[in-house]
T-cell receptor, first 111, second 115 residues
Framework: KQEVTQIPAALSVPEGENLVLNCSFT??????LQWFRQDPGKGLTSLLL?????REQTSGRLNASLDKSSGRSTLYIAASQPGDSATYLC??????????FGTGTQLKVEL | NAGVTQTPKFRVLKTGQSMTLLCAQD?????MYWYRQDPGMGLRLIHY???????AKGEVPDGYNVSRLKKQNFLLGLESAAPSQTSVYFC??????????????FGPGTRLTVT
């Protein structure tokens, strides 16, 4: 069974800092991975999707990488802002086109 | 395009009551999913459908039933609600095939409380 672990569970950083969120998975047979953002009481916003044949994807200040051999993905956020405060979830699409989610990293960017 | 929509947004039920959550998508996606989200548990798959008229169990299917009578709609039913079903429910959809990314698109969620 695919298991997805996100470390750290919570993170607090000062504004302007670059940061890395980690996601690890146990089964390398994946179609893609997605990184989502979730604000309190809200739905999921898709940030980046990396297909299994790709190594990374970039969108603005966000960069996500995928290393299937080591079972790891990272989300890099450059020059963090208070508006980046949210919970970040990673998820993998595996067999049956089903997503398996991590439990998330709760990020707080302080002024 | 509205994307994925969910009805209702909020609901409070008493133990033993029944209800149906509706998910609709206008992207002609074949696959549709129902997840629940609980604190500290992440999102877990309840049921999913790979096409009109087909459904399958996910990770936590007990206490729920689903139907996919039309391609654009996926219904989640609770026949006899229990407090353990208090959660936020998310619907998602995706399409498959050559050149597709299998990206899942999510609805805004339904917050259900069972007292």
């Amino acid at each position: 069974k695919q298991e997805v672990t996100q470390i750290p569970a919570a993170l607090s950083v000062p504004e302007g800092e670059n940061l890395v969120l980690n996601c690890s998975f146990t089964d390398s047979a994946i179609y893609n991975l997605q990184w989502f953002r979730q604000d309190p009481g809200k739905g999921l916003t898709s940030l980046l999707l990396i297909q299994s044949s790709q190594r990374e994807q970039t969108s603005g200040r966000l960069n996500a990488s995928l290393d299937k051999s080591s079972g790891r993905s990272t989300l890099y956020i450059a020059a963090s802002q208070p508006g980046d405060s949210a919970t970040y979830l990673c998820a993998f699409t595996g067999g049956g086109n089903k997503l398996t989610f991590g439990t998330g990293t709760q990020l707080k960017v302080e002024l | 395009n509205a994307g994925v929509t969910q009805t209702p947004k909020f609901r409070v039920l008493k133990t033993g009551q029944s209800m149906t959550l509706l998910c609709a998508q206008d992207m002609n996606h074949e696959y549709m999913y129902w997840y629940r989200q609980d604190p500290g548990m992440g999102l877990r798959l309840i049921h999913y459908s790979v096409g009109e008229g087909t459904t399958a169990k996910g990770e936590v299917p007990d206490g729920y039933n689903v139907s996919r009578l039309k391609k654009q709609n996926f219904l989640l039913g609770l026949e006899s609600a229990a407090p353990s079903q208090t959660s936020v429910y998310f619907c998602a959809s995706t399409t498959t095939g050559p050149g597709k990314t299998y990206e899942q698109y999510f609805g805004p969620g339904t917050r259900l409380t069972v007292t």
